[in-house]
């Protein structure tokens, strides 16, 4: 999270860090006590190690109350993901047993309409991401408020020159952005994920290449089906 600020703790229970190694890779949020929404590309830095699932944190390094690493029992990418491919960038992971829900762990309401998010509505991106463009890595979750960024104006030629499809959305990025490591974390609009933090450009703070996510309506049947059809 580039040019935002630490969040109060615990506030976004629903956060979750995409661990390998006990190192933070990416973002995620649980959509249920059982699963969590990420983004596919976060495989890409997995290999064959062991992928966890920090749930109930806000420092990474610290002991807090209702922190705990869950273990991963299936991984679902959507199937028309794949490597250098910025669409369907989307990833639901099947935790090994249920975690207990409290006050630092939650899950967040996923918009399951397919209507676009009005230009200029402000939103809200968390993440364990880098914090400044040297790649500087916070030990706390931080977050940044950015606005909704019109399709038409994201797909002009000094943009993204049409490639923002009617499943993707943008954010603004002067200065404040998600960066590498915020990639799976949700955009939260009104309360609710609206979206993914999808890789993009890889460019962050820079107002030419906004932020671009995942849209989550366009995909709640895939979503639903995933969690109906999974066994355990
Ligand atoms: N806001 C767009 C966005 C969302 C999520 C991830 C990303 N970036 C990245 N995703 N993966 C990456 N691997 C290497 N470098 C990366 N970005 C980077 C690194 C240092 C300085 C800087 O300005 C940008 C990224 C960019």
Request: aromatic share 6%; with cysteine.
């Amino acid at each position: 999270i580039l040019r935002g600020e630490e969040t109060t703790p615990h506030q976004r229970p629903y956060m979750t860090s995409l661990q390998v190694a006990g190192e933070h890779i990416c973002g995620g949020f649980l959509i249920s006590d059982q699963w969590v929404l990420s983004a596919a590309h976060c495989l890409e830095d997995v290999g064959n190690e062991t992928l966890q699932v920090l749930v109930g944190a806000h420092s990474l390094s610290e002991p807090e109350r209702n922190k705990r690493l869950a273990g991963v029992q299936e991984l679902f990418p959507h199937p028309n993901s794949s490597a250098g491919n910025p669409h369907d960038d989307l990833l639901l992971i099947q935790l090994k047993e249920k975690v207990s829900i409290n006050s630092d762990v939650q899950f967040l309401a996923f918009q399951r309409q397919d209507r676009d998010v009005p230009a200029g509505t402000p939103c809200e991106v968390a993440g364990w991401g880098i914090i400044s463009n040297t790649g500087k890595r916070p030990d706390k979750l931080h977050q940044v408020e950015l606005a909704v960024l019109s399709r038409a104006t994201c797909n002009t030629r000094t943009h993204y020159d049409g490639a923002v499809t009617e499943k993707l959305m943008c954010t603004e990025s002067k200065r404040k952005d998600s960066c590498k490591g915020d990639s799976g974390g949700p955009l939260v609009c009104n309360g609710v994920a609206e979206g993914v933090v999808a890789t993009g450009s890889r460019i962050c703070g820079n107002w030419k290449k906004p932020g671009i996510y995942t849209r989550i309506g366009p995909y709640v049947t895939w979503i639903e089906s995933v969690l109906a059809g999974a066994h355990r």
